[in-house]
């Protein structure tokens, strides 16, 4: 069975930082880039960032680069994303996915290539 779990999201004051982890099982987990999502209220879910276990190569969405970051432990199949200077639009539901590695390439932000989903788990931000 697969599964993606996500762990870490709580409330936080504007400024401060949150770890999520996504545990991954049921799949070969070198064969998918792991991807963050997020969806705020109202809003369609976009990818935050993303990184290929195969070969460390990781992408960003610009409004989180230099705040964030992923990263993968092989040996656990678990991926980390550090998120630091959190702002109140960082307020969302994070979802863990899996994607499809493609050798060569960076690793995709994009919903319709989404194979596996996670449940989420709830950030917000206040002010």
């Known amino acids: 069975e697969v599964q993606l779990v996500e762990s870490g999201g709580g409330s936080v004051q504007a400024g401060g930082s949150l770890r999520l982890s996504c545990a991954a099982s049921?799949?070969?987990?070198?064969?998918?880039?792991i991807v963050w999502f997020r969806q705020a209220p109202g809003k369609e879910r976009e990818g935050v960032s993303c990184?290929?276990?195969?070969?460390?190569?990781?992408n960003y969405v610009e409004s989180v680069m230099g705040r964030f970051a992923i990263s993968s432990n092989n040996a656990e199949n678990t991926v980390y994303l550090q998120m630091s200077a959190l702002k109140p639009e960082d307020t969302a539901v994070y979802y863990c996915?899996?994607?499809?590695?493609?050798?060569?390439?960076?690793?995709?932000?994009?919903?319709?290539?989404?194979?596996?989903w996670g449940q989420g788990t709830e950030v917000t931000v206040s002010s």
């Open positions: 049921g799949f070969r987990f070198d064969d998918y880039s």
């Open positions: 990184v290929n276990s195969r070969d460390g190569k990781t």
């Open positions: 996915a899996a994607i499809p590695y493609y050798a060569g390439d960076t690793c995709y932000l994009r919903v319709k290539m989404v194979h596996y």
